[in-house]
């Protein structure tokens, strides 16, 4: 079973950037389609940004669209999101979770359809 590990996550003020990392043990992370997802207190956990397993194909949130980026690394088993432009509104718990694809293009939007997801790592943007 896949292990994911997030980190990169930390304080900073409005319009800045930090790039959030999610590495991931096991011999199958090239066939996964990665997510990134994030919750804020009191609200529920909301999807943020995934990448099919081939890289290809890419979708996100539209709160997000324009200022961050989701990439992989299959050779450090490693999925990436790039945070630019950074708004206090995008505080919240960061999580990347795997899902186990069958089809090279599909990107999985909805939570339960992950198999897989890391502990968080937390982001905190300063008014």
């Known amino acids: 079973q896949a292990q994911l590990v997030e980190s990169g996550g930390g304080l900073v003020q409005a319009g800045g950037s930090l790039r959030l990392s999610c590495a991931a043990s096991g011999r199958t992370f090239s066939t996964y389609a990665m997510g990134w997802f994030r919750q804020a207190p009191g609200k529920e956990r909301e999807f943020v940004a995934a990448?099919?397993?081939?890289?290809?194909?890419?979708s996100y949130a539209d709160s997000v669209k324009g200022r961050f980026t989701i990439s992989r690394d299959n050779a450090k088993n490693t999925v990436y999101l790039q945070m630019n432009s950074l708004k206090p509104e995008d505080t919240a718990v960061y999580y990347c979770?795997?899902?186990?694809?069958?089809?090279?293009?599909?990107?999985?939007?909805?939570?339960?359809?992950?198999?897989?997801w890391g502990q968080g790592t937390q982001v905190t943007v300063s008014s």
């Open positions: 990448m099919s397993w081939s890289g290809g194909d890419t």
């Open positions: 979770a795997g899902h186990t694809a069958l089809s090279s293009n599909y990107v999985p939007l909805g939570n339960d359809e992950y198999d897989h």
